[in-house]
């Protein structure tokens, strides 16, 4: 064993490691892959996902409730056809 140099005032100890063969091509299970995942959604996350994103703001949540409101002819100070247009 040897000592090496002083890390935030520890003394620790180089520790031997076994020789290590790699072969290219084949996995070793017991090391994690280093697959880098930049995805957020994928096909079946995305629809659920996004509206909990977008509707976790109050705002909206508002102009969701404001745009159903505009369907009911009674509140509705505009036709319901003109709303879709």
Known sequence: MKWVGMDCFCFH???ELDERIITPGQKDPSYPTNEVKNSKFNAF???PLNLF???RRPLNRYFLLIGCLQFIPIIAPVSPI???L
Do not use: D, G, V
Request: hydrophobic letters at 35%; zero cysteines; glycine letters at 0%.
């Open 82 to 84: 003109s709303t879709l």
């Open 45 to 47: 996350t995305f629809l």
């Open 53 to 55: 994103e977008q509707f």
């Open 13 to 15: 100890k180089r520790e």
